[in-house]
């Protein structure tokens, strides 16, 4: 019984974009792994950009300074 669990950063992640990575995280274990659909657990949980830090900064800071994760 596969449990991923999915943290990202509080940003505006919508409804709709979770359902998509539940799906396609699940799709993922079920073709890669072959495990059971209905066994396979997603739990996305969102952190605060005050709460993660990355490169000794907090990423709030960082997106203050224009620094984020989109794709150039």
């Known amino acids: 019984m596969p449990y991923i669990k999915v943290e ?3 940003e505006g992640v919508t409804r709709e974009q979770k359902q998509q990575l539940i ?4 799709g ?3 073709d890669i792994l072959n495990k059971d659909p209905h066994l ?3 739990v996305i949980q969102e952190v605060e950009l005050d709460d993660w830090g990355y490169a000794g900064e907090q990423v709030s ?3 203050e300074r224009g ?3 989109d794709k150039k």
């Open 8 to 10: 990202l950063t509080r």
């Open 23 to 26: 799906k396609g995280i699940t």
């Open 28 to 30: 993922l274990f079920t």
């Open 40 to 42: 396979t657990h997603v």
């Open 61 to 63: 800071v960082l997106r």
């Open 67 to 69: 620094i984020t994760a």
